[in-house]
């Protein structure tokens, strides 16, 4: 049975970190692409970062700068560190693991507010 599970999200200030990490089970995690979703409240599921296989990284240009994508393979598991958070990064943040088959987390609500 193939899984993504999110560490839990939760509530952060402005200016604050946050690390999430996505658990992955029931398939073989280290050829697939990792990436990680947001969706604020009223929009669409946006790209926030993926890494390959290989360990290249892309992020969305409002994420830059701020935000690290990892993954460790041994452990099967993804990162995303999140630092100098905005509210604007409020969202739920799924992860995705994507090579032929899509497979998606149940999702984490990260709230950036004083």
């Known amino acids: 049975q193939v899984q993504l599970v999110e560490s839990r999200g939760g509530l952060v200030q402005p200016g604050g970190s946050l690390r999430l990490s996505c658990a992955a089970s029931?398939?073989?995690?280290?050829?697939?692409?990792m990436s990680w979703y947001r969706q604020a409240p009223g929009r669409e599921r946006d790209l926030v970062a993926t890494i390959s296989p290989g360990g290249i990284t892309n992020y969305a240009d409002s994420v830059k700068g701020r935000f690290t994508i990892s993954r460790d393979n041994a452990k099967n598991t993804m990162y995303l560190q999140m630092n100098s958070l905005k509210p604007e990064d409020t969202g739920v943040y799924y992860c995705n693991a994507r090579r032929g088959q899509n497979y998606w987390g149940k999702g984490t609500l990260v709230t950036v507010s004083s």
């Open positions: 029931g398939f073989t995690f280290s050829p697939y692409i």
